[in-house]
């Protein structure tokens, strides 16, 4: 197989663009549906300070390692979630890569904040992915507000966002499909949040971390067994298959027809935690009565 733009020897084939290309070319185009999405939805600028949550999986790891590249002012934030055996080694790959690429980086040890996320499932007695993702959620919003940055970057990827949509349209889960987007304004005084890598496919950020010899974590978070959303990429990997370039039609097509009719409803109205500021239904936030605060 040939590549399409060099016609040198090719080494990933991407039947959704129905083309193959050598390594640079690839690279190439990698970037260049990067810089689609950044400048489609007018992500953020050059001028703009970004901080990127890095979890050392590939997807954030391979958005630090792009945005450094193309000379975005970029820093990296990583919430050590204190689980054992999972957390210490992210937290290296994401040290080690900051050290390789001389690239900003900020820590959040939620052991240090007296919260790690097994005392708290077990205290809680919840799912932990949805109280993780929640004080997950808070650091990255308090961090960026805090260090006066721009915009929250996070590494979700077409996969990521597909399997979702497919999961919320399935379920009609109206209120998740309002807050469905590559960009979410920024509101109640929180972060504006964008997905830079919502065009590119788990198997092209993967074919860019090899390329690019990014030594990220492979192993899962030992509490989100079976994670969320995991079947639904495999049914739709399945019909990508059959049908190539499914997944991006399905969601461009949602943010095309779908997404401008869906009007957000009006919230209850938010107050500031009495404790730290973060926007709260109550008196006191959600962390902030995790640790201990009434
Ligand atoms: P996940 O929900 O694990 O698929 O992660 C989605 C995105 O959230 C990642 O691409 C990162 O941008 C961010 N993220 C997840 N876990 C962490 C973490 N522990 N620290 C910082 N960012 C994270
Ligand atoms: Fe949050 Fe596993 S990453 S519970
Ligand atoms: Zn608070």
Not at 4 to 9: A, I, S, V, Y
Not at 51 to 58: E, I, N, P
Not at 97 to 122: H, Q, T, Y
Not at 223 to 241: D, M, P, V, W
Request: glycine fraction near 6%; hydrophobic fraction near 40%; charged fraction near 30%.
């Amino acid at each position: 197989m040939k590549c399409r733009r060099c016609k040198k020897e090719a080494e990933v084939e991407l039947r959704s663009h129905n083309a193959a290309f050598c390594r640079d070319c690839f690279l190439l185009f990698f970037y260049n549906q990067l810089n689609k999405a950044i400048k489609q939805f007018r992500m953020f600028t050059k001028k703009q300070r970004i901080l990127l949550a890095v979890s050392g999986g590939k997807d954030s790891m391979s958005l630090w390692l792009a945005l450094v590249e193309l000379g975005y002012d970029v820093t990296a934030l990583f919430v050590d979630l204190g689980i054992s055996g999972f957390s210490e080694l992210a937290r290296k790959k994401v040290v080690a890569f900051s050290e390789r690429f001389n690239a900003p980086l900020r820590v959040v040890d939620l052991k240090e904040e007296g919260i790690p996320i097994p005392e708290v499932v077990k205290k809680l007695k919840r799912p932990a992915c949805a109280v993780c993702g929640r004080i997950k959620r808070y650091y990255f919003n308090m961090e960026g507000l805090r260090g006066g940055f721009d915009v929250l970057a996070t590494g979700h990827n077409l996969d990521d966002e597909t399997s979702r949509l497919f999961s919320n349209v399935l379920h009609w889960k109206m209120e998740y499909l309002e807050d469905q987007a590559p960009v979410l304004p920024d509101e109640d005084g929180l972060l504006r949040k964008v997905k830079p890598f919502f065009r590119l496919t788990e198997f092209e950020i993967a074919a860019y971390a090899f390329f690019k010899g990014i030594d990220y974590l492979t192993s899962g978070c030992p509490f989100s067994k079976g994670a969320t959303f995991s079947s639904y990429k495999r049914h739709l990997n399945r019909i990508e298959y059959e049908s190539p370039a499914t997944k991006i039609d399905f969601y461009q097509g949602f943010l095309k027809n779908l997404r401008p009719l869906l009007k957000k409803k009006a919230k209850e109205e938010l107050h500031h935690c009495r404790v730290c500021g973060y926007p709260t239904f109550g008196d006191v936030c959600f962390v902030c009565r995790l640790k201990g605060f009434e």
